[in-house]
């Protein structure tokens, strides 16, 4: 038996990587289900979840996949390269494999997968979620965030384009989006990356990203940014489950 049809099942939690996802399955109109992990509870460490992420992180998905069976995606760049390739048949969100766009699309989607989301998860870990301050973590990892920025505005401010490869919004675009919105949040002002700022509202802009930017809890990161009292409480209450997290996957390795 095969299978053309989508049978999609999102794991997910309202974070820049959790987003990605459901943006992407907005922007191409999928239906899907969705399963809220509350990682601050360590659910993405349970038997369940682990069958579909090994890794123990969201987000995760599952479909039926073209020879009828399921199958298990992990990794936001790896979930979203499947999304394109099986249901973006009119190259909406995504270049057709092979062309010269293609490739382009892929590099900015490594470099944010490789790149700004590791050194801003990071920087928001040294500049929230440490139990002390470090001075040495937070300017390390801030400083990569900001170099890596400049690396966007530039590339959006000499291009002269509204997205970041061929005109059209695509999963590197999307890709991006969540992390640069919430750019405070690890220390860095967007007011010094111009054409960053203009293309994120540019995004947020798109009835698709504010539909998926809300799965599965309201996203308030534009809220938050406005009330340094609110900031300081969600770092506090994110810093607890943070630290207790860690300590839980360090004694399972001893
Ligand atoms: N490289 C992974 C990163 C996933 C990731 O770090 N997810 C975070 C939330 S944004 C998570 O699940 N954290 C829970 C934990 O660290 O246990 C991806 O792109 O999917």
Request: proline fraction near 6%.
């Amino acid at each position: 038996m095969s299978s053309d049809k989508s049978n999609i099942d999102l794991y997910t939690t309202q974070t820049p990587n959790g987003i990605k996802i459901s943006i992407t399955l907005e922007e191409l109109g999928l239906p899907y289900n969705v399963h809220k992990i509350d990682i601050s509870k360590n659910t993405q460490k349970e038997p369940f979840f682990l069958e579909i992420n090994p890794n123990g992180r969201i987000p995760a998905m599952t479909d039926t996949f073209t020879d009828g069976k399921p199958i298990r995606l992990f990794e936001s760049g790896s979930i979203m390269q499947y999304l394109v390739a099986r249901y973006d048949t009119d190259y909406k969100i995504s270049f057709p494999p092979g062309s010269r766009e293609f490739y382009e699309m892929t590099n900015w989607l490594f470099f944010m997968n490789a790149g700004v989301g590791p050194m801003q998860g990071q920087a928001n870990h040294f500049t929230r979620y440490a139990p002390e301050h470090i001075e040495y973590g937070v300017n390390r990892y801030q400083n990569e965030t900001r170099r890596l920025y400049g690396v966007l505005d530039k590339h959006m401010s000499d291009s002269k384009q509204d997205y970041l490869v061929g005109n059209k919004c695509t999963i590197a675009d999307i890709a991006h989006w969540g992390w640069v919105a919430a750019a405070f949040w690890a220390g860095i002002d967007i007011e010094k990356f111009p054409a960053l700022k203009a293309w994120e509202e540019r995004m947020l802009a798109r009835p698709a990203v504010e539909k998926g930017r809300h799965v599965p809890d309201p996203h308030r990161m534009k809220e938050l940014s406005k009330d340094k009292e609110a900031m300081e409480r969600h770092a506090a209450q994110s810093r607890q489950w943070v630290q207790e997290g860690m300590k839980k996957d360090a004694e399972q390795q001893k």
